[in-house]
């Protein structure tokens, strides 16, 4: 159960810490296409890693951002498998 739960919020908050931290190196033209701060909240919960590929490719408007999303939330996903093995080995 616990693992459950570290996953749920692993694929919550890393998303989401990309996101900001993305955020806070856009020039002013990319962040105007940016989410909201309610929007990105909206799409990590009910979205959680893939949220990433839609914001990388909606700020940069190419197929490196689409690129960058796709590498993000590959790694999200990874460490939200990495989670699950670990449960797993514990049990």
Do not use: N
């Not at 929007?39 to 960058?68: E, N």
């Amino acid at each position: 159960m616990f693992t459950v739960a570290l996953q749920i919020a692993l694929g919550i908050a890393l998303p989401v810490w990309v996101i900001r931290r993305d955020l806070r190196q856009l020039r002013p033209e990319r962040l105007s296409r940016a989410w909201p701060d309610a929007s990105v909240w909206s799409a990590v919960v009910a979205f959680g890693p893939l949220s990433l590929v839609v914001h990388f490719a909606r700020t940069r408007r190419s197929l490196l951002g689409f690129g960058l999303g796709i590498g993000w939330a590959a790694i999200a996903l990874l460490a939200g498998a990495l989670v699950a093995e670990l449960g797993a080995l514990g049990k």
